[in-house]
C-alpha cells in the first residue's frame, strides 16, 4: 500500500507563493500523480495533474498560469509551485496517485492512493 505525505502547507498573504510536496512510500516512476483540494464547505477539486513520465500536464482552469506541478521520479515525490495566491486557493491540498492516463488525470474517483493532505491558508 502506497503512503503519500504531503508538505509544504502554511499560511501565505495573497500574492505571495507556496511549493508543496509529496513524498511517496515507493516508486512512482509507474504512476501518473494528481493535486487536489478542498474548501471548507466545497467539494475536492481537481487543481493539476502529470503523467508517469513528466511529458505531460494537466491544469484546473482556475490555476492555469500561476500553478506548476512536477516530478522527481529518483526521489519518488512530485511538486507543486503556487504563485500568485488568493483566498480562493485557499483549502487542504491533497496528493494522489494512480495508474491512469489521459482524461482520467483529473477525476479524483480513478486515483488510488491518497495523502492526508496539507493545510494552505492565503490572507487577503
Known amino acids: 500500500q502506497m503512503q503519500l505525505v504531503e508538505s509544504g502547507g502554511g499560511l501565505v498573504q495573497a500574492g505571495g507563493s507556496l511549493r508543496l510536496s509529496c513524498a511517496a512510500s515507493?516508486?512512482?516512476?509507474?504512476?501518473?500523480m494528481g493535486w487536489f483540494r478542498q474548501a471548507p464547505g466545497k467539494e475536492r477539486e481537481f487543481v493539476a495533474a502529470i503523467n508517469w513520465s513528466g511529458g505531460s500536464t494537466s491544469y484546473a482552469d482556475s490555476v492555469k498560469g500561476r500553478f506548476t506541478i512536477s516530478r522527481d521520479n529518483a526521489k519518488n515525490t512530485v511538486y507543486l509551485e503556487m504563485n500568485s495566491l488568493n483566498a480562493e486557493d485557499t483549502a487542504v491540498y491533497y496528493c494522489?496517485?494512480?495508474?491512469?492516463?489521459?482524461?482520467?488525470?483529473?477525476?479524483?474517483?480513478?486515483?488510488?492512493?491518497w495523502g492526508q493532505g496539507t493545510q494552505v491558508t492565503v490572507s487577503s
Open positions: 515507493e516508486r512512482t516512476s509507474s504512476y501518473a
Open positions: 494522489a496517485a494512480g495508474f491512469i492516463s489521459g482524461s482520467y488525470l483529473e477525476i479524483a474517483l480513478a486515483y488510488d492512493y
